[in-house]
């Protein structure tokens, strides 16, 4: 059983920066792929950033050259590091692991991200 949990979030200003931590425990997920994801209030979970088997890492077009991934696989960690926040960057940020993208995986609990003035 993998358990995640985030953190990290809170308000800012538009073009601020945040860095967003996920702390893991369990075993057997080293070789999963770990993922941010967020959810909007009225909107659909969308995928951010993730890194894939083989250390390969892919961003959405809405956060591309604006958010960093990185994964210390060792220490069990995952971080999100937001640059230039923009009020449309504004969810609940998640943490996942999963084995294969069809598969659901472990989820946290989410941390608050809001950008706003």
């Known amino acids: 059983q993998v358990q995640v949990v985030e953190s990290g979030g809170g308000l800012v200003q538009p073009g601020a920066s945040l860095r967003l931590s996920c702390a893991a425990s369990?075993?057997?997920?080293?070789?999963?792929?770990a993922g941010w994801y967020r959810q909007a209030p009225g909107s659909q979970r969308e995928w951010v950033a993730r890194?894939?088997?083989?250390?390969?890492?892919e961003y959405s077009d809405s956060v591309k050259g604006r958010f960093s991934i990185s994964r210390d696989v060792a220490r069990k960690m995952l971080w999100l590091q937001m640059d230039s926040l923009k009020p449309e960057d504004t969810a609940v940020y998640y943490c996942?692991?999963?084995?294969?993208?069809?598969?659901?995986?472990?989820w946290g609990q989410g941390t608050q991200v809001t950008v706003s003035s």
């Open positions: 996942n692991y999963r084995r294969t993208l069809k598969t659901p995986g472990y």
């Open positions: 369990g075993s057997g997920f080293d070789h999963y792929i």
């Open positions: 890194i894939m088997r083989g250390d390969t890492i």
